[in-house]
């Protein structure tokens, strides 16, 4: 879904976007805000939840974790990638769970959904581009403390890059 909150695609500085890589194990999160025609990444990481815990306590932490970013940094926008259907159903249905949770917690903000095709695509101009491709090009795309960015998980690159999509979405 896209559409919604104005100057989002229109270059207006201040905006800001919270982009989720949704996954029960790890799930990636990043605040990007735009400046001009450059974007700054405020806030990347990545919520690991344990196996052995409860299901309920894992979706509540990721809940917690990024409802804390909402707070934080007030975005006008949510992001997320699409679940993508694979061999491994139950994987699949964890992370639907996940996507809910991010939904409801975009309650109130434009949300932007997009597969994962969609994504490398619009950031590496292949939707088939390897992880460090991915990375590569995000890296290249936004303004971030040099360390922080060595730091970034895979997860947490992808939903910078995620983030990015719903700028890209909002100027086509």
């Known amino acids: 879904m896209t559409g919604g909150v104005t100057g989002l695609g229109s270059g207006a500085a201040g905006?800001?976007?919270?982009?989720?890589?949704?996954?029960?194990?790890?799930?990636?999160y990043a605040v990007v805000e735009r400046r001009g025609r450059a974007f700054a990444v405020l806030d990347a990481g990545t919520i690991r939840t344990q196996p052995g815990t409860l299901h309920p306590e894992r979706l509540g932490r990721i809940h917690d974790a990024l409802a804390a970013a909402l707070v934080a940094y007030g975005p006008q926008a949510v992001a997320v990638e699409d679940v993508f259907l694979a061999r491994n159903a139950p994987s699949a249905m964890a992370t639907a769970e996940v996507i809910g949770v991010v939904k409801l917690l975009a309650?109130?903000?434009?949300?932007?959904?997009?597969?994962?095709?969609?994504?490398k695509k619009w950031i590496c101009g292949n939707g088939a581009a390897p992880k460090e491709q991915m990375l590569a090009m995000v890296k290249a795309l936004v303004s971030s403390d040099e360390t922080?960015?060595?730091e970034w998980s895979d997860h947490a690159g992808d939903a910078v890059a995620i983030a990015l999509c719903a700028f890209f979405a909002g100027g086509r």
């Open 107 to 119: 309650r109130g903000r434009e949300l932007h959904s997009f597969p994962p095709r969609q994504v």
């Open 15 to 28: 905006v800001r976007v919270l982009g989720v890589d949704p996954g029960l194990s790890a799930t990636g």
């Open 148 to 150: 922080a960015m060595e």
